[in-house]
């Protein structure tokens, strides 16, 4: 089965600054993909980046970016030049290949960027 | 191109009640889910399709039911809603099954539900 650990329930960050939220994970599937959602105080869920485990980087889009470590089983979401309109929940994600490849959500992250 | 919509928006049951919630979408994905997300917790799957017609069970399916008879719909109900079901219920679908970022789940807006 897999499984997500987010052990960061709030953080906070000086706009502008960077900041890294936390993800490891635990699967049996040889290949697999991990994803990372951003839902704001409005609620919806907005896919924010992808890394699958045999991606031969780590995914960039934007200011956000992964830093995927495979023997660690982490999957670390940094956020760069943060802005206020970062401030929102953030989950990571695993895809579930048992289960038609839904996903399975960590708790979640809240982050807070000040001024 | 709406995306994924869902109807109602919110909506407040008595115990005992049942209701449906629809599921919408546009893109023609094969793959939806039914997601529930309560204070302090990720989502969590109720139940997904993998196509018209198909539907399997997911992590937390006790109480709910869902039927998927046209590929762009995806139908939740609730035959006998308890205070337990209160909770924020988001659909989801995607194109592919394969790994990859073609597998982004899109999301609804949610549905916010509260039984008494």
């Known amino acids: 089965a897999q499984k997500i650990t987010q052990t960061q329930p709030g953080m906070f960050v000086q706009e502008k600054e960077a900041v890294t939220l936390d993800c490891t994970y635990d699967?049996?599937?040889?290949?697999?993909?991990l994803f990372w959602y951003k839902q704001p105080s409005s609620g919806e869920m907005i896919f924010l980046i992808y890394q699958g485990s045999y991606d031969q980087q780590n995914a960039t889009e934007g200011r956000y970016s992964l830093n995927f470590q495979k023997a660690r089983k982490s999957a670390n979401l940094v956020i760069s030049a943060s802005q206020l309109g970062d401030s929102a929940m953030y989950f990571c994600a695993i895809l579930n290949s048992n289960s038609g490849y839904a996903l399975n959500f960590g708790k979640g992250t809240s982050l807070l960027v000040t001024p | 191109n709406a995306g994924v919509t869902q109807t109602p928006k919110f909506r407040v049951l008595k115990t005992g009640q049942s209701m449906t919630l629809l599921c919408a979408q546009d893109m023609n994905h094969e793959y939806m889910y039914w997601y529930r997300q309560d204070p302090g917790m990720g989502l969590r799957l109720i139940h997904y399709?993998?196509?018209?017609?198909?539907?399997a069970k997911g992590e937390v399916p006790d109480g709910y039911n869902v039927s998927r008879l046209k590929k762009q719909n995806f139908l939740l109900g609730l035959e006998s809603a308890a205070p337990s079901q209160t909770s924020v219920y988001f659909c989801a679908s995607s194109y592919s099954p394969y790994l990859g970022a073609d597998n982004e789940q899109f999301f609804g807006p949610g549905t916010r539900l509260t039984v008494l």
């Open positions: 699967t049996s599937d040889p290949s697999y993909g």
């Open positions: 399709s993998v196509g018209e017609g198909t539907t």
